[in-house]
């Protein structure tokens, strides 16, 4: 059931017609949906779906918590002028969540447990909600959250954004009077420098481990603690954490298509509209280089799409997927609640109402005013957007989450990404290594994997990188080295590939999903797919290719159960070195196959790959 929301408002919101009243709306709507799956005592919200790994225990808490997030900003944003049953709820599973006598009680935190998680999301509501929850708390009770807050002190935590609930904790306990350690909060803090890379871009960890945390943790969390800490806070700290969260929303900013939809990479993708949390943090800690009228279009397009997309579902709970239930798009510790971490893209009603981010005319995304080109060297990632269609593309070259000499996550490691297509994740496409991969292909089927990313740069123009492909059986690595160049609608590949003799080299687009099969056709050296609205994947082999195909999966995709993946072959290789050049397209409109055929050329002269479009545009490589 779509959220009953106000009217438009045309004259402010011209582009998605949102304000401040449709975002509180959707906020209710999405609270008062969970008063059904509370345990008595209001500790626990027990939702249905698939358990976490970490047990039910953990997941009621993390009900709790996570809704507590949503609550606070809507509590907060209005000045406490909500429903007081709002209130009274949350500060009664705050009494009986922390009584060890209660049958509701929350599991105690121990060291690198779900708890500790759920303990951040409680303590920035109790932060933003002092006034109206913990001042209103028996002191008995404040103590008895304190006791279970401490269990956060010391504790050993997951090297990686698993650091920064630590720091958040202890700063609410050093606010309250209570005892904390500082070396703690500084190590914390100290740690996420070692992973900053420049240009507002942290990984997430060691490794090359680039997705959206970088937004919605690891900028966030930082600028949170700040607030709790207040005067305590290093001025020279915050002001650092300001200047690169500027940095990253001039980059960020690109990742939302005309439709609202965030690009679909990386982990904990579940969380859906949290994606904005780090464009309200720009207004809310004044460190954004966007307008006012960008930040609230940017932000109501995103929530105004999922909405649109049956997001929350019919009732009112928001599911383990993408749109509908999708369970390969969550991780093993991701339990019923845990897309209620998109609570965090209801930071902006801290905002007043008054605030020029809810009052200012909206204004366009990039991508509504032109065709956009972003490099971001930091990740090794282009970002490649069309106005004509309004999708983006990522075109990637640097981030794998790898394991030391395997990059395995199909939301990590193909070579594009979009804001309208999404990896096939279930096991037995997963298995198929189609889209958005190059492959070796041995005799027996077996195909190669792209192992650990190794970026060679980005510009605007073009982004490149090397992977090992290693075969099973076969300790060798073979080098394979790839340029993208994107160009209007188009992208080019340029492989250069090392390989065993008699293997095949194969290569797959976008995979295109929806409700029905999509259309499918194929020839030598080129294959298309298109769905009934007219989104088409295709490629076409320009040099090194000679056959054209299509795979189709069902139930393998977050955007729909009926899934296609066009994708090229070349003849059995001589063995040593060989190039292959693939134009690759994704398109909102419907692509003619003679079109595809015929848009460019490519040949090889004195070592340089020249690529030749129809309108006489040449790239070379």
Request: one cysteine or more; charged letters at 20%.
């Amino acid at each position: 059931m779509t959220p009953k929301l106000p009217p438009p408002d045309p004259s402010r919101s011209p582009l998605t017609g949102w304000t401040r009243a449709h975002w509180e709306a959707v906020a209710d709507r999405l609270l008062d949906a969970l008063v059904p799956y509370a345990t008595p005592g209001w500790a626990r919200y027990c939702l249905p779906g698939r358990a976490s790994c970490s047990g039910g225990a953990s997941d009621g808490l993390e009900g709790y918590a996570r809704s507590f997030l949503l609550a606070s900003f809507r509590i907060a944003g209005a000045g406490g002028h909500v429903d007081r049953r709002l209130t009274e709820r949350y500060a009664r599973g705050l009494t009986t969540g922390t009584d060890r006598r209660s049958d509701e009680a929350w599991p105690l935190i121990s060291e690198r447990s779900q708890p500790m998680v759920e303990a951040a999301s409680i303590v920035i509501g109790l932060h933003e909600t002092r006034r109206w929850i913990w001042d209103g708390l028996e002191q008995a009770v404040q103590q008895r959250v304190v006791d279970w807050l401490s269990g956060t002190i010391g504790k050993r935590t997951h090297d990686n954004n698993w650091r920064l609930f630590q720091v958040v904790c202890e700063q609410f306990l050093a606010s309250v009077g209570a005892a904390y350690r500082q070396s703690d909060i500084d190590g914390g803090l100290d740690r996420i420098e070692d992973w900053y890379v420049g240009d507002g871009w942290y990984t997430d960890g060691t490794g090359r481990n680039f997705d959206h945390y970088n937004g919605w943790a690891l900028h966030l969390y930082p600028l949170l603690w700040a607030r709790i800490a207040g005067d305590r806070a290093d001025p020279a700290r915050v002001a650092r954490y300001r200047d690169r969260l500027r940095r990253f929303l001039a980059g960020y900013q690109h990742f939302f298509g005309a439709d609202g939809a965030p690009v679909h990479q990386g982990r904990s993708l579940t969380y859906r509209f949290a994606a904005v949390a780090p464009v309200w943090l720009g207004a809310l800690t004044d460190s954004t280089p966007l307008p006012p009228g960008r930040t609230r279009r940017l932000a109501s397009g995103v929530l105004r799409h999922f909405t649109e997309h049956e997001v929350p579902d019919g009732r009112g709970l928001l599911t383990l997927g993408w749109y509908g239930p999708f369970l390969p798009v969550a991780q093993r510790y991701s339990g019923p609640a845990s897309p209620y971490w998109a609570a965090k893209g209801f930071l902006g009603l801290l905002l007043p109402a008054d605030h020029p981010v809810w009052t200012a005319r909206e204004l366009p995304l990039p991508v509504e005013e032109s065709d956009q080109y972003v490099a971001l060297p930091a990740p090794g990632w282009l970002l490649h957007g069309t106005r004509a269609d309004g999708i983006v593309r990522l075109l990637n070259h640097g981030s794998d989450h790898a394991t030391p000499d395997l990059a395995d996550d199909p939301h990590y490691v193909k070579f594009g990404y979009s804001s309208r297509t999404a990896p096939q994740t279930a096991p037995h496409a997963r298995a198929a290594l189609l889209d958005g991969h190059l492959a070796l292909v041995a005799a027996d089927g077996t195909a190669s994997r792209r192992t650990v990313i190794h970026p060679l740069g980005v510009t605007r123009s073009r982004a490149a990188s090397w992977h090992a492909a290693r075969l099973p059986g076969d300790g060798t690595g073979y080098r394979i080295e790839t340029t993208a160049l994107p160009y209007g609608g188009w992208e080019v590949r340029v492989h250069r590939v090392e390989a065993p003799a008699g293997v095949t080299v194969r290569e797959g687009g976008h995979a295109v999903a929806g409700a029905r099969p999509p259309v499918a056709e194929a020839g030598d050296g080129w294959a298309l797919v298109r769905r009934d609205d007219g989104l088409t994947s295709a490629v076409a082999g320009l040099y090194g290719w000679c056959g054209g195909h299509v795979a189709r999966h069902t139930n393998a995709n977050a955007f729909g159960p009926c899934s296609a993946v066009p994708y090229l072959t070349s003849a059995p290789h001589p063995g040593g070195h060989s190039v292959h050049v693939t134009l690759v397209a994704l398109s909102g409109s419907a692509v003619a196959a003679a079109v595809l055929r015929q848009v460019a050329t490519a040949e090889v002269v004195d070592g340089t790959v020249v690529i030749r479009f129809a309108d006489g545009t040449e790239l070379r490589a």
